[in-house]
């Protein structure tokens, strides 16, 4: 296992990622298919499939369990925080062609402006080009979403999202709106720890297979915990 912890953009946010996580990923992809096939979830801006992952999940929900177990620390030591509470996790699977995205889903989003609220993404089976960038609204200059600048987040983006070409895909490197201030690479066992708030964007080469099959497609786990 090897930890580091990056300073991104201006604000200089942390982002924790962690190299050779579980040194057991085979074992984890193979749970992951056992699952499938994935359901589309309603009112989700996921582009892609996402299997909740629940109690009764058996070796899945021991998988998340121990993810929490072993990431506790480097959220402690990270973001000062001394305990948190599992609010969701799943298996996901991008999945959805840059032809048909929504506008929404072409542009970076947040999760969540509370600040104790935090994404685990541990990258299973992932093309290579692939990823996870980090973002700033140039127009407002805003990196991570608050309660203080929502408001204005929310107003810009849907003002911008609207002028957005239709064909215009996943959004790749900087553009007009927003500025990439930091892009780290898909590597398969590394686990990416940052505050929901953090404007960001999966890595979508257009070249990879948007299969919804496991074995095949980009797969990730994602965790949201909440701090105390």
């Known amino acids: 296992m090897r930890p580091e912890l990056r300073r991104v953009g201006n604000e200089q946010n942390p982002v924790v990622v962690i190299d050779e996580f579980t040194g057991k990923l085979d074992d984890i992809c193979a749970i992951a298919e056992a699952l499938a096939p994935y359901p589309e979830l309603k009112g989700n ?4 499939l996402r299997r909740v992952i629940g109690s009764a999940d058996g070796p899945a929900s021991d998988y998340v369990e121990d993810i929490c177990r072993v990431s506790a620390q480097f959220i402690a030591g990270a973001f000062d925080i001394e305990s948190f509470t599992l609010l969701e996790a799943s298996f996901s699977m991008v999945t959805t062609k840059p032809s048909d995205l929504s506008r929404p889903q072409r542009a970076p ?5 509370d600040p104790k609220h935090f994404a685990l993404l541990h990258y299973l089976r992932v093309p290579s080009g692939s990823g996870t960038a980090f973002y700033r609204q140039r127009s407002t200059g805003i990196e991570r ?21 239709d ?8 553009d007009r709106f927003f500025e990439q201030v930091e892009a780290i690479e898909a590597i398969p066992d590394r686990l990416l720890i940052y505050q929901g ?5 999966g890595i979508i080469p257009p070249t990879m297979s948007f299969s919804s099959d496991p074995g095949e497609g980009r797969l990730t786990a994602n965790l949201f915990v909440r701090g105390r």
């Open 109 to 113: 989003h947040f999760d969540s402006p």
């Open 145 to 165: 979403v608050t309660d203080h600048n929502i408001a204005q987040f929310v107003t810009t983006a849907e003002r911008e999202a609207a002028l957005l070409a």
């Open 167 to 174: 064909d215009s895909g996943y959004i790749s490197g900087s």
């Open 197 to 201: 708030g953090l404007l960001h964007s």
């Open 45 to 48: 801006y996921y582009p892609g």
